[in-house]
């Protein structure tokens, strides 16, 4: 069963501006590591397809937010959940 909101709510399909932008950014930052390209090569689909936001924080780490509600950070080596 999923929540209100969550995979099981209809995503927005329409692409938002700069999504181009959004995903070479999260590229460049896993060039050099293919199992973090693989990583970020997912959440950008997720983002994509409406069930996530992304965010580049001042410290250069990655604050992905779910449309359930999850929320993680994406450090250099590790993968956090906030809420």
């Known amino acids: 069963m999923f929540s209100r909101g969550g995979f099981g ?3 927005s399909r329409r692409k938002r501006a700069g999504a ?3 995903t070479d950014t999260l590229t460049a930052l896993a060039r ?3 199992d973090k390209a693989l ?3 997912y959440i950008d689909q997720l983002v994509a397809d409406g ?3 992304w965010a580049m924080l001042d410290s ?3 604050e992905v937010r779910f449309t359930s509600g999850e929320t993680y ?3 250099e ?3 956090l959940r906030l809420a």
């Open 32 to 34: 050099d590591n293919p």
């Open 60 to 62: 250069g780490e990655v």
């Open 20 to 22: 181009a932008t959004a």
């Open 51 to 53: 069930y996530a936001e």
């Open 9 to 11: 709510a209809k995503a």
């Open 77 to 79: 080596t590790t993968i």
């Open 39 to 41: 990583v970020m090569k």
């Open 73 to 75: 950070l994406l450090a």
